[in-house]
């Protein structure tokens, strides 16, 4: 099979990728609390152990990448995240949904900085903005297709949507693996990578380059707050709506139709507010990245806290929409200016330390919450998840009073 171009072939596998997650995720969480029957510690539980694994293995998954090849991270991280979808979705019992997420969890550590450092290398850090922005939003347009896929899969079966999304990502690794190319890179000569030295060092200068950039050091470190509340959106907005709010029927169809179409309404928004951030943002400028995160970040905790104390359906669900656009536009935004500043030979490996912050985050925070919300309440949960996220708002503003370019940071 040729090999295709970069940029475009990055927003096809970001479409197929929002296809395969979008079916998996629509309906997951009602697999696992009506078939499985997780309470909310459990489903914090499962997400845990997810971050644990990330935790162990994002470093040195980081390291492989920038010493062996991104392409090769990237299809194995592929492979593995599709392996877990089809263990979760085949037995359902919460040990099957434990061992699942260790094994979803390493295939997400070699993903995380590989696919971003391996897409900059091939297109350049000038181009890889606008890049990441296309690609959230081809991810959104799959994610689109794939809740429709999922809620139809799970009328049928609830665990059917977590083994057809997991085919389609070990479908994606065997087409990546013969489609990516792989020019922007050098990996190291065979004789200067046979030990751990060289990982070691490849490590330390990471550590080096976050260290000499006080900005980069801020921006590595918010995802640790990111990761401590976002188990509880993440985990317990589904027994929420199943519990609390209780889904009224949507005319003849099973109540899970709501789930597909809040997806529906939340990607469609996205795609929208991507858009807005791409064509307004000047990602070349620190100070308009930070205050565009600084509005982002405020306005979804305030629509987190309103979802938690929501009594209303509609409210509910109008809190629910919005959350999920504001989550999103941050991320690929976050992600291309942590690049600006990150040289080639260590990106995926400083990248990984991002992932890493966020797993630790998940691994303290998210139990944490998780006990919250067993012990007092799921309102309780969403509340102080938002209160948890108060400091990443305070930190951006801060981001937002620095001027400084890549070259000069420190």
Same mark, same amino acid.
């Given at each position: ?7 475009? *072939? ?24 009506? =078939?499985?029957?997780?309470? &909310?510690? @459990? ?6 152990? $997810? ?80 890049? !990441? ?15 429709? *896929? ?30 990516? =190319?792989?020019?922007?890179?050098? +990996? ?27 900005? $980069? ?15 509880? +959106? ?13 889904? +009224? ?5 099973? +109540? ?40 982002? @970040? ?33 991320? &690929? $935004? ?33 139990? *944490? *919450? ?28 801060? !981001? ?11």
């Amino acid at each position: 099979m040729k090999r295709l171009p970069a940029y475009p *072939l990055s927003i096809g596998m970001s479409a197929v990728d929002g296809l395969a997650v979008s079916t998996v995720i629509t309906t997951s969480l009602v697999y696992q609390v009506e =078939t499985v029957g997780l309470n &909310p510690l @459990q489903l914090i539980l499962v997400g845990t152990v $997810l971050e644990a694994t990330v935790f162990l293995f994002e470093i040195p998954t980081g390291v492989v990448a920038d010493v062996y090849s991104r392409r090769l991270s990237v299809v194995i991280g592929l492979a593995l995240t599709g392996a877990g979808f089809l263990l979760a979705g085949s037995v359902p019992l919460f040990g099957a949904l434990i061992a699942a997420s260790v094994v979803g969890g390493l295939g997400a550590t070699f993903l995380s900085g590989a696919r971003t450092a391996w897409l900059a290398d091939e297109i350049g850090a000038e181009r890889l903005p606008q890049a !990441l922005m296309r690609g959230s939003q081809a991810s959104l347009l799959g994610g689109l297709a794939g809740a429709a *896929l999922s809620v139809a899969l799970a009328s049928v079966d609830r665990s059917w949507p977590l083994v057809a999304g997991g085919a389609l990502f070990l479908g994606l690794a065997l087409f990546a693996a013969l489609a990516m =190319t792989e020019r922007g890179f050098r +990996p190291l000569p065979a004789h200067e990578r046979e030990t751990f030295r060289t990982m070691g060092r490849t490590l330390l200068r990471a550590l080096g380059v976050i260290r000499r950039r006080r900005v $980069l050091i801020l921006i590595v470190m918010a995802p640790f707050l990111f990761g401590a509340s976002s188990e509880v +959106p993440d985990r317990l907005t589904t027994p929420f709506l199943l519990q609390t709010i209780t889904l +009224p029927h949507l005319g003849p169809l099973d +109540p899970v139709a709501w789930f597909g179409l809040s997806s529906y309404v939340t990607m469609a928004l996205g795609f929208v507010l991507l858009e807005v951030v791409r064509r307004t943002v000047n990602t070349s400028s620190d100070r308009a990245v930070a205050g565009t995160l600084v509005v982002l @970040q405020g306005l979804y905790v305030a629509s987190l806290v309103a979802f938690g104390l929501a009594t209303e359906f509609a409210f509910a669900m109008a809190m629910l929409w919005a959350r999920g656009p504001l989550r999103r536009a941050s991320g &690929p $935004l976050l992600s291309a200016w942590q690049n600006r500043f990150v040289p080639s030979r260590v990106r995926a490996t400083v990248l990984s330390f991002g992932g890493q912050m966020d797993a630790v985050g998940q691994m303290i925070g998210g139990p *944490l *919450l998780g006990a919250v919300a067993l012990g007092w309440s799921l309102r309780a949960g969403f509340v102080a998840a938002a209160v948890v996220l108060l400091p990443v708002v305070i930190a951006f503003a801060v !981001l937002a009073g620095v001027r400084r370019s890549p070259a000069g940071a420190g």
